[in-house]
């Protein structure tokens, strides 16, 4: 059972938008930064958005982060096939003192 | 560019040792925090320990903690976890992963590719 809650699966059409939801607690996400990682078939995972909404050098700006309150969300929007992956939503827990991690949530682009 | 190499990965007995190195390029290692995440074959992934850029203050999951040790080597640019007391639930692929800051900030810039770990009789 993970610390952070995210749908475990999400699809949509290419071209078309999706979001992903990252639900936490006042101890994780209501205090601390999120960030969002993908993953691609077989490969290790990329850093995909920081501080909850900025993206690192490469990623195209069809990849989007927010938060409020104790919730996180990865928008991508223009899907493409090469997409399809694993998204994982991770912060700074301050009452475990540990890093977590959400369950993950496989994107399908149908 | 950043390059992270894991290495010391195999089968191993239940009770016993491992030691996994991360050798780092393209970035002064010195001066960045590193972790160790693992994934369990077919799950997600898992914050394994954190090291910051001094050797300082190092922070475990509570599964690992007492069991596992995170050193570095700033003079070797290289990254280590030394695993004793294994388990079957130890088994995983284990990445090394760069943190954006020297102190830790959760974020994980750059992953290596990987060292799987079994532990199995």
């Known amino acids: 059972q993970s610390v952070l809650t995210q749908p475990p699966s999400v699809s949509a059409a290419p071209g078309q938008k999706v979001t992903i939801s990252c639900s936490g607690s006042?101890?994780?996400?209501?205090?601390?930064?999120v960030s969002w990682y993908q993953q691609l078939p077989g490969t290790a995972p990329k850093l995909l958005i920081y501080?909850?909404?900025k993206r690192p050098s490469g990623i195209p700006d069809r990849f989007s982060g927010s938060k409020s309150g104790t919730s996180a969300t990865l928008g991508i929007t223009g899907l493409q096939t090469g997409d399809e992956a694993d998204y994982y939503c991770?912060?700074?827990?301050?009452?475990?003192?540990?890093?977590?991690f959400g369950g993950g949530t496989k994107l399908t682009v149908l | 560019q950043v390059q992270l190499v894991e290495s010391g990965g195999g089968v191993v007995q239940p009770g016993g040792s491992l030691r996994l190195s991360c050798a780092a390029s393209?970035?002064?290692?010195?001066?960045?925090?590193m972790h160790w995440v693992r994934q369990a074959p077919g799950k997600g992934l898992e914050w394994v320990t954190f090291?910051?850029?001094?050797?300082?203050?190092?922070y475990y999951a509570d599964s690992v903690k007492g069991r596992f040790t995170i050193s570095r080597d700033n003079s070797k640019n290289t990254l280590y976890l030394q695993m004793n007391s294994l388990r079957a639930e130890d088994t995983a692929v284990y990445y090394c992963?760069?943190?954006?800051?020297?102190?830790?900030?959760?974020?994980?810039?750059?992953w290596g590719q990987g060292t799987l770990v079994t532990v199995s009789s």
């Open positions: 006042s101890s994780n996400i209501g205090n601390n930064y």
């Open positions: 501080d909850n909404n």
């Open positions: 991770g912060t700074w827990d301050s009452s475990l003192s540990a890093e977590v």
């Open positions: 393209g970035f002064t290692f010195s001066n960045y925090g």
């Open positions: 992963a760069k943190d954006m800051a020297n102190y830790g900030s959760g974020k994980f810039e750059y």
């Open positions: 090291i910051p850029y001094d050797g300082s203050n190092k």
